[in-house]
C-alpha cells in the first residue's frame, strides 16, 4: 500500500515537473521565434461621480492574445502594472499604481486572478475568461472637489527572470514596447468620455 502511494505521488510529480518544464519550452520557443505582438489600448471608458467619489472604468483591449496564453501557464506570478494620475493646473494631486496578478496552477489547470483595483480574487480553467478578467478596470478616487481634473492611465508588463534560461524577459516586447494609455478630463456632469 505504501509503494502504491508513492508511486501515485511520483507520477503526480512527475505530471507537474512536465506541465513546468512545457511552460518554460513554450517561453525559449516564443524568445527564439518570430511574434506578432498586440496592439493594446484602452476603450470604452466612462467616468460616474457619486457624492465626493469619481468612478472609471474602462477596458484593455487587445492586450493578450499571441503567446500570452503560454506565458500565463508558465507558472511564474504575471502582474499586470495600471498606473493612475490625477492633475489640477500641472500638479498633481493624486498618484496611484494597482495591479491584476495572475498565476496558474498546472495541477488543477486553473488560472488564479487578483484584481488590486476592485479588490477581489477570482479563478478560472478558461483562458477567454481570464482575458476578460484581467482587461477591465475599475477604479475610484475620492476628493471633495472634483473639477477640471486630468486623469491620465496607462499599463504596463514587468520583466520576468526565466531561471531555465538564466535569462531576464521583457513582457513590454509582447506590446511592441509601447504603454497603452489615455487621458481625460474630469467633470461633474460628465457621465461619459
Same mark, same amino acid.
Given at each position: 500500500m505504501l509503494e502504491a502511494l508513492f508511486f501515485g %505521488? %511520483?507520477?503526480? *510529480?512527475? $505530471? &507537474? #515537473? =512536465? !506541465?513546468?518544464? +512545457?511552460? &518554460? #519550452? #513554450? *517561453?525559449?520557443?516564443?524568445? &527564439? +521565434?518570430s511574434y506578432q505582438g498586440n496592439e493594446a489600448s484602452f476603450s470604452n471608458y466612462t467616468t460616474s461621480f457619486l457624492d465626493n467619489r469619481m468612478f472609471l472604468e474602462c477596458k484593455l483591449e487587445n492586450a493578450f492574445d499571441n503567446d500570452f496564453e503560454e506565458i500565463f501557464k508558465s507558472g511564474q506570478i504575471i502582474d499586470v502594472y495600471f498606473s493612475v494620475k490625477i =492633475?489640477?493646473?500641472? &500638479?498633481? $494631486?493624486? /498618484? =496611484? /499604481? *494597482? !495591479?491584476?496578478?495572475?498565476i496558474f496552477d498546472p495541477l488543477t489547470q486553473v488560472f488564479n486572478i487578483e484584481l488590486e483595483d476592485q479588490d477581489l480574487t477570482y479563478s478560472t480553467n478558461s483562458y477567454e475568461e481570464l482575458k476578460i478578467i484581467i482587461s477591465n478596470i475599475e477604479y475610484s478616487f475620492k476628493d471633495e472637489n472634483i473639477h477640471d481634473? $486630468?486623469?491620465t492611465l496607462n499599463a504596463y508588463l514587468p520583466k520576468i527572470r526565466l531561471e531555465a534560461l538564466n535569462k531576464d524577459f521583457d513582457l513590454m516586447m509582447l506590446w511592441k514596447y509601447s504603454e497603452p494609455k489615455f487621458t481625460m478630463k474630469l467633470e461633474k456632469g460628465d457621465n461619459e468620455n
Amino acid at each position: 500500500m505504501l509503494e502504491a502511494l508513492f508511486f501515485g %505521488r %511520483r507520477v503526480m *510529480f512527475q $505530471i &507537474l #515537473a =512536465e !506541465k513546468v518544464i +512545457s511552460g &518554460l #519550452a #513554450a *517561453f525559449s520557443m516564443l524568445l &527564439l +521565434s518570430s511574434y506578432q505582438g498586440n496592439e493594446a489600448s484602452f476603450s470604452n471608458y466612462t467616468t460616474s461621480f457619486l457624492d465626493n467619489r469619481m468612478f472609471l472604468e474602462c477596458k484593455l483591449e487587445n492586450a493578450f492574445d499571441n503567446d500570452f496564453e503560454e506565458i500565463f501557464k508558465s507558472g511564474q506570478i504575471i502582474d499586470v502594472y495600471f498606473s493612475v494620475k490625477i =492633475e489640477l493646473k500641472n &500638479l498633481i $494631486i493624486h /498618484e =496611484e /499604481e *494597482f !495591479k491584476h496578478s495572475i498565476i496558474f496552477d498546472p495541477l488543477t489547470q486553473v488560472f488564479n486572478i487578483e484584481l488590486e483595483d476592485q479588490d477581489l480574487t477570482y479563478s478560472t480553467n478558461s483562458y477567454e475568461e481570464l482575458k476578460i478578467i484581467i482587461s477591465n478596470i475599475e477604479y475610484s478616487f475620492k476628493d471633495e472637489n472634483i473639477h477640471d481634473y $486630468i486623469l491620465t492611465l496607462n499599463a504596463y508588463l514587468p520583466k520576468i527572470r526565466l531561471e531555465a534560461l538564466n535569462k531576464d524577459f521583457d513582457l513590454m516586447m509582447l506590446w511592441k514596447y509601447s504603454e497603452p494609455k489615455f487621458t481625460m478630463k474630469l467633470e461633474k456632469g460628465d457621465n461619459e468620455n
